[in-house]
């Protein structure tokens, strides 16, 4: 009874914390709420035996991207972000898009069937360890969609890039103003 209530808890607060990261005005409150979300999530990982998982959550997410996430942050200029109106409109679009996709992931649930149990059960990766078991999989059944993960992260980092540089020409009006 009490695993259940612990779990239910983390799950409900999973939920809170991810509503409360997108509808917080303040960017480094977003922050705070997402930090906490991590360690809820981590704690999920713990109950499914996942204890290389939830260390990874803490060390890399938590401790590493949300300090990068929180120190970019600080270093733009929020105060024309906090003055102004939040979700301007957007209401409407945002919530049928919220419905379709819901509706999409019902339809997608209800399509899954349950396929034949693989080599891995709580056993095998308890003898092979969690990080060997991981590595192994992620390296021989899922090379290919890891690389793609790779490539798409990669673009994105470029087009964060190509978006913060500001050209020349941007340079010379800001310098003017």
Known sequence: MLPKLFFGYFAVATVVLSLLVIT??????????????????????LFLNAEFLAAVQIILYAGAILVLFLFVIMML???????????????????????????LIMYVLGSLTQGPAGPFTIEAIKAATHTKAL????????????????????IAIVGAIVLAKKTSKERETGRKR
Do not use: Q
């Open 135 to 154: 590595g192994t999989v992620l390296y021989t059944e899922y090379l290919f969609p890891f690389e793609i993960a790779s490539l798409i992260l990669l």
């Open 77 to 103: 200029n929020l105060k024309e972000e906090l003055e102004g109106e939040k979700f301007v409109g957007a209401w409407p679009l945002g919530i049928s898009m919220g419905v379709f996709i819901l509706v």
């Open 24 to 45: 917080r005005r303040n960017p480094v409150h977003s922050v705070l709420m997402m930090l906490g979300l991590f360690f809820h999530i981590a704690a999920l990982y």
